[in-house]
């Protein structure tokens, strides 16, 4: 199972997840506590460790944004959170050439044409759990909403190829290193 820890925004949660070296991270662009700036996320990649993966992740965000980002080397994986449309990920598609993930909610069965779809809380990045017995999944698909350590057991029965995480590994809203560690030790042992 494939582990993504989100919303990194300070040089510190680089060096914790260079240690730990989940499979990606994620940059937040769109409005949040965890959101950085272009010139951030670039310093950011600059010290990640190669064979981690940066997400950006996008709330309707103007296409050009999206396209610069991939184009500078910033993100290798676009993250869509938004009403963004087929038409946007065909966009994307022929202009980027990176993978794509949408995210959506359990209850909406919406079929989108991208690489990954990402089963998601209704307020992302807000640490809150919904009822995974709802999840039904008809790509290669990624969960996420509230997921801690504790959780890692119930979700290795899950069609899922991965699991997209933030809340549960900070402490005072800040990314803390042994948890990150610690989850990420978890989810190779399974
Ligand atoms: O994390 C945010 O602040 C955020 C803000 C706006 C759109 C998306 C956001 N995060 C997306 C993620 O991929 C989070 O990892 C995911 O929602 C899980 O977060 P959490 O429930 O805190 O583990």
Known sequence: MKIKICGLSREEDIAYVNEAKPDLVGFVFAKSRRQVSDKQAKKLKSLLDTHIKSVGVFI???????????????????QLHGHESQDDIEYYKKTCR?????????????HYDCDFDLIDNINPGSGQKFDWSLIKVNKPTF????????DIEELSHLPIVGIDLSSSVETDGKKDREKIIDIVRRVRCK
Request: aromatic share 0%; glycine share 10%.
């Open 60 to 78: 309707d965000e103007p296409r050009e944004h999206i396209v610069n980002l991939v184009k500078e080397g910033i993100i290798d994986i676009i």
């Open 98 to 110: 990176v993978p794509i993930i949408k995210a959506r909610h359990v209850d909406d069965s919406t």
């Open 143 to 150: 969960l996420a909403g509230g997921i801690g350590i504790d």
